[in-house]
């Protein structure tokens, strides 16, 4: 059985990459400066930063295969220059597939698109399409709330989001709900902005029909599902009152939760609450939470360890490790058949 942690960030890429951003935005105060190129980084840059850090732990903690996508805090979609954004994702995705080809047998690309808040979709549906066709990436980050806070988007069920939706089903390829930076000081990013927009997501989905028109579509809400699991009463009975259909039929044929919670109560109630068909492994490390915890001595984010301490049965267990990301991201399920795994 392999072990599939699909949600990883390139938290630790080298500094040229951070020093040609920091050149992007300064253009961006100063127009009077020249265009910047992405940073010329070397392949041995690249191992350094991955072999010491993801690959180090992918090892340590037993898993096997990354879907390992670009630092979600920095992906910045505030930042509302429609040519930076699209510059910054570009420059973004090529290093994560530069990274693949490295490593190929431990991770494949999720993309970033250059989303700006009030713009149309047209940059996004072409850098993902270029980085699932020429990049051989699995998966894009989807941002519910692109200016970083204020919520000034629509809903993801709104028509506005319809084109994306529609190279998603062309492509096969699922998205994952993940907002970037905060801007507004009421939320911090991690601790609040990333599960509020969770949370939020479900709740748009359970207020809308997306899944009538997109049968086919599929969204992984990361974090554990945010605050649903825990409110899983809450949600069923919001939907009996809003005529909605079961939950089940209405909205968890196409939604996923992953396993980026930080202890062990959290991912019994997960288990507990949602289908095991639902739920994939991930560890979002090396990420939001990256300390060791003083009651286990184990660190946070290592949440492996919470799922083998369920008392899963084979197939459950080969569900979650394996099966249920294979048969979300079939690109990923494609790329494994082809490396013979």
Not at 4 to 25: E, N, V
Not at 52 to 60: A, C, D, K, V
Not at 269 to 293: C, K, P, Q, T, Y
Request: aromatic letters at 8%; charged letters at 20%.
């Amino acid at each position: 059985m392999l072990i599939i942690d699909c949600h990883g960030h390139y938290t630790t890429a080298p500094d040229g990459h951070q020093a040609y951003r920091k050149a992007q935005l300064a253009r961006l105060e100063d127009p009077g400066l020249p265009l910047p190129a992405p940073a010329a980084i070397s392949d041995d840059e690249i191992r350094d930063s991955i072999e010491q850090n993801q690959l180090r732990l992918l090892r340590e903690r037993g898993a096997d295969l990354t879907v390992f996508s670009p630092r979600a805090s920095a992906m910045a979609h505030h930042v509302a220059d429609p040519a930076t954004a699209a510059d910054w994702a570009r420059a973004n995705n090529d290093l994560i597939r530069r990274v693949v080809d490295l490593y190929p047998a431990h991770f494949v690309g999720g993309a970033q698109l250059p989303q700006v808040a009030g713009q149309p979709l047209d940059a996004s549906i072409q850098e993902l399409e270029r980085a699932v066709t020429d990049l051989g990436f699995v998966s894009c980050n989807l941002s519910p709330d692109p200016s970083g806070g204020h919520w000034t988007s629509p809903p993801l069920t709104d028509r506005y989001w319809y084109p994306l939706y529609e190279k998603l089903v062309e492509l096969d390829v699922p998205a994952m709900i993940h907002v970037s930076a905060s801007c507004n000081p009421c939320f911090h990013a991690t601790g609040a902005h990333y599960i509020n927009a969770d949370t939020s997501v479900f709740m748009q989905l359970l207020q809308g029909d997306l899944f009538a028109d997109f049968p086919t579509l599929r969204m992984i809400i990361p974090h554990g599902g945010g605050a649903v699991p825990y409110h899983w009463g809450r949600y069923r009975g919001l939907a009996d009152m809003l005529g909605k259909p079961a939950l089940s039929g209405h909205v968890m044929k196409n939604v996923f939760f992953d396993t980026c919670v930080y202890h062990q109560p959290g991912i019994d109630l997960l288990f507990e609450v949602i289908d095991v068909d639902n739920v994939l492994f991930a560890s979002e490390m090396v990420g939001a939470v990256r300390g060791i915890d003083p009651q286990t001595g184990h660190y946070f984010d290592d949440t492996k360890r919470y799922v083998d301490h369920l008392d899963l049965a084979p197939a459950d267990r080969h569900k979650v490790f394996e099966g249920n990301a294979r048969r979300v991201f079939p690109r990923l399920d494609a790329h494994l058949k082809a490396q013979g795994r």
